[in-house]
């Protein structure tokens, strides 16, 4: 293979393995591996906190930290020093093995996640079958973790906010699960691989001028939006924060938490969001592929860190702009809105992928037509019936404008 | 439409975020320790003592220069008692030439002070005014922050800066007070030294 650009990391990778006997390659080059991911992601955690929060500013018209290092980018580092110094306090109750357990699982079970997700046309550290399975599987650990320091705290907030996100977790996984199954069905695979490969540029554009993602079909869009919803509520991040809710419950589950027990909550949060957008831009946005085939001499983890990027700042934009939810309205949204929609999505996907042989200008914007209507009738039935009989509050006595 | 609130939403945060980079208007932060925002006339903080001496004068002149006379009406209403006043032994005359006692001691408790402004309301001899100093952090709080005579007297031309018209205003009362008493004793000065022509030359009978 030719070092270029796009093979730069594994001729690294062969580069440093020759330095050891055949016998030893398959170790170090694991190794590197998870050096990589954990450089990589490690910096990309620091410097998504500092970016997060400067947008943040930005957003509600403040500048953000802006003092440590040049425009605060060393903001992170002090942070880390902060949170590696102070003290770490245990609660005399708590239980002390599950309360020491929950950071290390909830920032593993996130590092596993990175484990299938194809950064790259070559770059895949396990290039699984059933990808997609493990990825949900690995994802779980954020529930148990989350529960296990709630529950373990021994603290009635920390108590509230495991059951909050045991419920909150597990209704929004059902929709999440349901949103990526048409991708599944498009690609006929679960390897994440062949379903970057299924959005290639090659097989066509859709539409005749959008990229061949799936984001750019009916059922893509539904799905991908379906996704974003459930992937927010499944991170924790604003407006479904309510494990954490600060106003109401303290810190939640983080109460009890203090020093770098802490830190390691944010960073397997952080970390959690940045595989959920991977896994996002593999799903629907083509992965690692640039849009068009004439853009491809960028290499591939490139467009997946732009992709990556975009995604995380469209989970910073929603963060800054949307209030949180109630308990019960999270509930109704996720189980009588997102989940029947993202059930419909099935049958949407199988229409538009039973269809693909239909030929003639006609026939084409029949499919389309079809396909939108599938996606935008439910919504806007399913909607009315979420929100009916709420509306605009009146006064009886004040001018109502 | 469904969902067209989200967007609207979104769409101010976005407003805000490009705006942010070029619209001053929308990004009111002062940078404070470089940058400072104005503080209005009637912003207060402490009280301070003014003192009628030239702007550079040192502490002994400052001093002498004290308006006070240890009336202790302050003391006596100042809600939280943050002030201690003890009376001199002797006199000294006043800018009116009245011979008057003076504070021996005074001193004000400025981690104690709320800032109420009532001892400025009750001084009958605009001895006392608010400050508008706010950077007073100090690594203890005593005797950093228990303010005494030197360090709570300033010139009346600092008062003049910080409050401008206040401070016009009282030193126009305080000159019409003095032309006052001064016509009052030249007056008393005057029919005293008519009495005594008076009583030089007997009336004639
Ligand atoms: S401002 Fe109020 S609290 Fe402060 S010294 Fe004067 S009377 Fe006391
Ligand atoms: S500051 Fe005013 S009220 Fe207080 S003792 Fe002096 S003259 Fe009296």
Request: net charge positive; glycine share 6%; aromatic share 12%.
């Amino acid at each position: 293979m030719p070092v270029t650009l796009e093979t730069f990391p594994l001729a690294l990778r062969d580069w440093l393995c020759a330095f050891l006997p055949q016998e030893f390659h398959w170790l170090l080059s694991g190794l590197l591996v998870i050096i990589a991911i954990l450089t990589v992601f490690g910096l990309g955690f620091a410097f998504i906190t500092v970016a997060e929060r400067k947008f943040l500013g930005r957003f509600q018209n403040r500048i953000g930290p802006n003092r440590v290092g040049p425009f605060g980018l060393l903001q992170p580092f002090a942070d880390a020093v902060k949170a590696l110094t102070k003290e770490d306090i245990v609660p005399a109750t708590a239980d002390k093995l599950p309360h020491f357990l929950a950071p290390c699982v909830i920032v593993s079970g996130a590092l596993l996640c990175f484990a299938v997700l194809p950064y790259g046309r070559h770059l895949v550290p396990a290039d699984l079958d059933a990808g997609l399975l493990y990825f949900f599987a690995a994802g779980a650990f954020t529930e148990l973790a989350v529960f296990m320091a709630g529950w373990s705290s021994h603290n009635k907030f920390s108590l509230l906010a495991g059951i909050r996100a045991l419920a909150q977790l597990v209704s929004y996984e059902l929709p999440l699960l349901l949103a990526t199954l048409p991708a599944v069905m498009a690609a006929r695979s679960l390897n994440l691989q062949t379903i970057v490969g299924s959005q290639s540029p090659a097989a066509g554009l859709k539409a005749g001028f959008l990229p061949n993602w799936h984001l750019f079909s009916p059922w893509g869009a539904a799905g991908f939006l379906i996704f974003l919803i459930a992937a927010i509520a499944e991170s924790n991040r604003s407006p479904f924060d309510l494990p954490e809710g600060e106003s109401e419950i303290i810190a939640g589950h983080l109460t009890e938490y203090s020093g770098f027990k802490y830190a390691l909550f944010f960073m397997g949060e952080y970390f959690g969001l940045i595989a959920l957008s991977g896994f996002c831009a593999t799903l629907f946005l083509g992965g690692w592929q640039a849009p068009y085939a004439a853009l491809e001499v960028i290499p591939s983890w490139v467009w997946f860190g732009l992709k990556v990027a975009a995604l995380i700042f469209t989970f910073i934009w929603i963060r800054a702009t949307f209030l949180r939810l109630r308990m019960d309205q999270l509930m109704r949204f996720s189980w009588k809105f997102l989940l029947p929609l993202a059930l419909i999505n099935l049958g949407t996907a199988a229409f538009w992928l039973l269809t693909a042989h239909w030929q003639g200008a006609w026939w084409i914007a029949l499919r389309w037509f079809a396909a939108a209507a599938l996606v935008i009738a439910p919504y806007s039935i399913l909607g009315r019936r979420l929100f009916r009989g709420l509306g605009a509050r009146t006064y009886e006595y004040a001018p109502n404008n | 439409m469904l969902g067209s609130g989200i967007l609207k939403g979104l769409l101010v945060t976005a407003r805000n975020f490009v705006g942010s980079f070029h619209d001053r208007e929308r990004l009111p932060t002062v940078q404070y320790p470089e940058e400072r925002a104005p503080v209005g006339e009637a912003f207060r903080t402490f009280p301070f003592l003014v003192s009628d001496c030239p702007a550079d004068a040192d502490a002994s002149a400052r001093l002498a220069g004290l308006r006070g006379v240890a009336c202790q009406i302050c003391e006596r209403n100042c809600p939280p008692r943050c002030i201690h006043i003890e009376k001199s032994k002797d006199k000294k005359p006043d800018a009116a030439g009245k011979p008057q006692l003076y504070p021996a001691v005074f001193e004000i408790d400025i981690s104690v002070c709320m800032g109420c402004q009532i001892c400025v309301e009750v001084c009958p001899f605009d001895s006392i005014k608010m400050d508008k100093v706010f950077e007073i952090a100090v690594p203890r709080r005593s005797p950093e922050l228990l303010l005494d005579r030197d360090r709570l007297s300033k010139p009346n031309a600092y008062y003049r800066r910080i409050r401008p018209s206040e401070a016009a205003a009282v030193d126009a009362a305080r000159a019409a007070e003095q032309a006052a008493a001064k016509a009052r004793a030249d007056a008393a000065a005057k029919a005293a030294a008519a009495r005594q022509a008076a009583a030089a030359t007997p009336p004639a009978a």
